[in-house]
T-cell receptor
Framework: QKEVEQNSGPLSVPEGAIASLNCTYS??????FFWYRQYSGKSPELIMS????GDKEDGRFTAQLNKASQYVSLLIRDSQPSDSATYLC???????????FGTGTSLTVIP | GAGVSQSPSNKVTEKGKDVELRCDPI?????LYWYRQSLGQGLEFLIY????????KSGLPSDRFSAERTGGSVSTLTIQRTQQEDSAVYLC??????????????FGSGTRLTVV
C-alpha cells in the first residue's frame, strides 16, 4: 500500500463546473497536507496547504481534510481550461524530513 | 536568487557514465531536498540537507548516488555509473527551514536525465 494514494484519472470536467480531486493517506501520524499543481513538463507548484480537520478556502480552491477517515480532497470551483494539469497530493512524514507524494490526478477542463 | 535554479535542464548520457546535477536554492533557505520523478510515478524522496547538519540520505536508491551541499547553499547530486533505470526528472526543492516545512516548499524546474 502506498502512503498516499490518488486516482490517476484522467478526470474531465466542463468549463465552469466543480472539479473534485481526492487523496487518501495511510500514516495516521501525518499532520500537514498539501496540494501541488504540475503542468506538463513543469515542476510542481504549491497551491494549497491544510493542517486541521475541515475546509480551507482560497479563491476558487477549497481543501478538505478528514483525519479520522484519512482523506484529503481539493475542490476547484468554476473550473477553467487553465486548471488543466496534474494535481499531486502530499502528506508530511511523521518524524521525517520529507513528504509522501501521490502519483497525481490528471485533470482536463473542457472549454 | 528569486527561485530554485537547477542545471542542466536536460542531460543525455551514456550508460555507465557519471553525471552531476546542480541545484541553487532560494537565498536564505536552509533546507534543501532532492526528489526524482519517473514517468507515471510519484515523487521519490532522495536526500535532505538542513543547514550544516548531517544530511538525511535515507532515500538514496543505491551507493551510486551521492550528494553534497557546499557552504549551506548550492547542492550537487552525483550519479555514478548511470543505468537506464536512472532516467527521470530530478527535482530540487528548498524551504526556509525544517520547522516551516509545514508551509510546503518551492521546487526548481528540474533536470531531465536520459540514460541511453
Amino acid at each position: 500500500q502506498k502512503e498516499v494514494e490518488q486516482n490517476s484519472g484522467p478526470l474531465s470536467v466542463p468549463e465552469g463546473a466543480i472539479a473534485s480531486l481526492n487523496c487518501t493517506y495511510s500514516d495516521r501520524g501525518s499532520q500537514s497536507f498539501f496540494w501541488y499543481r504540475q503542468y506538463s513538463g513543469k515542476s510542481p507548484e504549491l497551491i494549497m496547504s491544510i493542517y486541521s480537520n475541515g475546509d480551507k478556502e482560497d479563491g476558487r480552491f477549497t481543501a478538505q481534510l478528514n483525519k479520522a477517515s484519512q482523506y484529503v480532497s481539493l475542490l476547484i470551483r468554476d473550473s477553467q481550461p487553465s486548471d488543466s494539469a496534474t494535481y499531486l497530493c502530499a502528506a508530511d512524514v511523521p518524524m521525517g524530513n520529507q513528504f509522501y507524494f501521490g502519483t497525481g490526478t490528471s485533470l482536463t477542463v473542457i472549454p | 536568487g528569486a527561485g530554485v535554479s537547477q542545471s542542466p535542464s536536460n542531460k543525455v548520457t551514456e550508460k555507465g557514465k557519471d553525471v552531476e546535477l546542480r541545484c541553487d536554492p532560494i537565498s536564505g533557505h536552509t533546507a534543501l531536498y532532492w526528489y526524482r520523478q519517473s514517468l507515471g510515478q510519484g515523487l521519490e524522496f532522495l536526500i535532505y540537507f538542513q543547514g550544516n547538519s548531517a544530511p538525511d540520505k535515507s532515500g538514496l536508491p543505491s551507493d551510486r548516488f551521492s550528494a553534497e551541499r557546499t557552504g549551506g547553499s548550492v547542492s550537487t547530486l552525483t550519479i555514478q555509473r548511470t543505468q537506464q533505470e536512472d532516467s527521470a526528472v530530478y527535482l530540487c526543492a528548498s524551504s526556509l527551514d525544517r520547522r516551516t516545512v509545514s508551509g510546503g516548499y518551492t521546487f526548481g524546474s528540474g533536470t531531465r536525465l536520459t540514460v541511453v
